[in-house]
C-alpha cells in the first residue's frame, strides 16, 4: 500500500467504524425502548456505512483492516461472509464485470422486478455462491455460528423492534444493490456499465440525503471500474454515450477511454 492509498485507508477504516457504531447504537436504543423513529434513518446511515466500506475493499487487504471491518456484522443476516471473501468477489466483479464469470450477475440480469429482488437477497445468495464454489472453512463455520447466535439474541430482545430494524436495513441493501449493479449494468436487454439513467433533481435530491461521495460514485460508475484505485473526487468524466461492455476490458477500450479522459478524442 503506498503512501496516498495509506491516507485515504485510515479514513474509510475510521468511517466504516464511526457509521456502524451509529448502526449500533440506533438498534440498541431502539430494542430498550427508546427513540424508535431513528430506526428509518437507516438508509442514511446504511449508504455512508457502504461507501466506506467499498472504498476500502479496492486499497486495502484483510490483513490491513482492523478485526472490527474482518469481520463485523450489521445484523442483516446470519449468512455473512467477512471481509476477505467480500473483497475478493468485488475485485472479481470488477474483472469480469457484467460478464458471465461476475459472481455479482444475479443481481444485474431479469426484468427490473427479478433484479430487484435478487438485490433484496443479496447477502444470502452472496453466501451460498461462496460455499458453492470455494466451500466453507472451520474458521468461517464459527463466524456463522456467532453471527446466528448474536441474531438470534437481539431478536429476541424486542422481535418487533428489530423486525423493523432488519426490513429498513435490508430495503436499503436492496435498493443500494439494485441502483449499484442492475441500474448501472444493464440496458435495454443489455449488459455492460452504463451512464447513470437518472434526472438532475433526483441526483440533487440524493446529495442532499446521502451527500456527495454516494452520488457521483453513481455518476462516475464507469470511471470507476477503469480507475478504481482513485477516489471518486479524482476521477475525470467519461461522456454519457461511452459505453464499458461486459466481461474482461480490452485493451483498445481501456486506451479509448484514457485519451477521452485526456481530452486526446472528442466527446
Known amino acids: 500500500m503506498n503512501a496516498i492509498d495509506a491516507v485515504h485507508a485510515r479514513r474509510y477504516i475510521r468511517s466504516t467504524l464511526g457509521w456502524s457504531l451509529v448502526l449500533y447504537v440506533m438498534l440498541l436504543c431502539a430494542l430498550g ?8 434513518l437507516i438508509p442514511l446511515v446504511y449508504v455512508r456505512l457502504a461507501l466506506g466500506l467499498h472504498e476500502l475493499l479496492h486499497v486495502c487487504s484483510a490483513a490491513q483492516v ?3 471491518h474482518r469481520w463485523a456484522p450489521i445484523f442483516d443476516t446470519p449468512l455473512g461472509l467477512g471481509y476477505r471473501e467480500l473483497r475478493l468477489i468485488h475485485r472479481q466483479h470488477h474483472r469480469w464485470s457484467s460478464g458471465e464469470r461476475d459472481p455479482e450477475r444475479f443481481q444485474i440480469v431479469g426484468s427490473h422486478a427479478q433484479a430487484f429482488v435478487n438485490a433484496l437477497l443479496v447477502p444470502e445468495r ?3 455462491h461462496w460455499v458453492l464454489c470455494h466451500g466453507v472453512s472451520s474458521h468461517q463455520i464459527a463466524q456463522l455460528i456467532l453471527r446466528t447466535l448474536l441474531f438470534v439474541v437481539l431478536a429476541a430482545l424486542n422481535p418487533t423492534v428489530f423486525l423493523m430494524y432488519w426490513a429498513m436495513l435490508r430495503l436499503s441493501i436492496g435498493a443500494s ?14 449488459y455492460g456499465t452504463f451512464a447513470l439513467p437518472a434526472p438532475t433533481v433526483l441526483m440533487t435530491l440524493g446529495r442532499w ?3 456527495n461521495e454516494p ?27 461511452f ?13 479509448q477511454a484514457h485519451a477521452i479522459a485526456q481530452r486526446k478524442l472528442p466527446t
Do not use: K
Not at 33 to 40: C, T
Open 33 to 40: 425502548g427508546l427513540a424508535r423513529w431513528q430506526l428509518w
Open 66 to 68: 482492523p478485526a472490527f
Open 126 to 128: 452472496t453466501f451460498l
Open 177 to 190: 444493490s439494485f441502483i449499484f449493479h442492475h441500474l448501472l449494468h444493464a440496458r435495454d436487454g443489455q
Open 209 to 211: 440525503l446521502f451527500g
Open 215 to 241: 452520488m457521483d460514485i453513481l455518476i462516475r460508475h464507469r470511471e470507476h471500474h477503469l480507475w478504481p484505485r482513485l477516489r471518486v473526487w479524482e476521477l475525470p468524466e467519461l461522456p454519457r454515450h
Open 243 to 255: 459505453v464499458l461492455p461486459p466481461g474482461l476490458l480490452s485493451r483498445s477500450c481501456v486506451d
